[in-house]
């Protein structure tokens, strides 16, 4: 067990001679259990990447973690006791940062992502949480701030929709299967072209539109091609929803 020892000054002696020294001792192993815990808590937020900070009611900074100082390029003293507004400008804090901190603050868990200019670290765009802090008499004393980067998220989201834009709005049409052979995505231009739905297209098998007259070993040759990767050109004669070629 850990226990805290108090010795005091002696008490002068008694007539018989004696003297006391009273002792006092206190178990503290769950306070030092609690200690403890908490040093790893602290070490844990200290080395995360997120950014987190402590706000009170009126929106100004009790803690803050390492992330979000260096994104500030701040010191604990410059930030800590400071409002939002007056770190993220009157702006900023009124459009963006005060609507969804009121929210929060009626007791209710907000989320939302927005583009931030940081002055160490730039322009980001952030995965941002606002979570309620509740007193023991369930009254909200402020708010966690939990701030995720995601910008490079956000440039490969935007290049991916950009290569689907390419690819629904090209003329060629385009079909992509699986390895079973069902449908799973076609553009506007093989709809057109065939005359089926999607909604009749994804989930079939892709002969559905065979005519009939493409030779047998050509889809064995281009199946066989496909299943081990390679890149496969040849004619295929294919058939429309109304049976034309």
Not at 151 to 172: G, H, I
Request: with cysteine; glycine share 6%; charged share 30%.
């Amino acid at each position: 067990r850990d226990i805290s020892v108090i010795i005091s000054l002696p008490i002068p002696a008694t007539e018989a001679g004696f003297r006391s020294i009273p002792v006092s001792i206190t178990d503290i192993t769950e306070r030092k259990q609690m200690e403890e815990a908490l040093r790893q808590y602290e070490h844990i937020v200290s080395g995360t990447r997120d950014m987190l900070a402590l706000l009170d009611q009126h929106c100004v900074y009790l803690a803050a973690n390492e992330a979000y100082l260096r994104a500030f390029g701040k010191s604990p003293d410059e930030l800590i006791g400071h409002t939002v507004a007056e770190v993220f400008g009157e702006e900023f804090f009124s459009n963006v940062i005060k609507p969804k901190a009121e929210v929060c603050l009626s007791g209710e868990s907000v989320r939302f992502r927005d583009w931030v200019e940081f002055p160490a670290t730039g322009r980001k765009y952030m995965d941002v949480t606002y979570s309620p802090c509740f007193r023991s008499d369930n009254e909200v004393s402020g708010f966690v701030v939990t701030a995720r980067d995601i910008t490079l998220f956000k440039q490969a989201e935007d290049e991916l929709r950009k290569l689907a834009q390419a690819v629904e709005q090209s003329p060629e049409s385009i079909v992509i299967t699986n390895l079973d052979a069902e449908i799973e995505y076609v553009n506007e231009a093989f709809v057109r072209i065939t005359g089926y739905s999607r909604g009749e297209l994804i989930g079939k098998n892709p002969r559905l539109k065979q005519s009939g007259k493409t030779p047998p070993e050509t889809y064995r040759n281009m199946w066989d091609a496909l299943t081990h990767g390679w890149s496969w050109k040849g004619e295929l004669y294919n058939r429309r929803k109304d049976g034309s070629e």
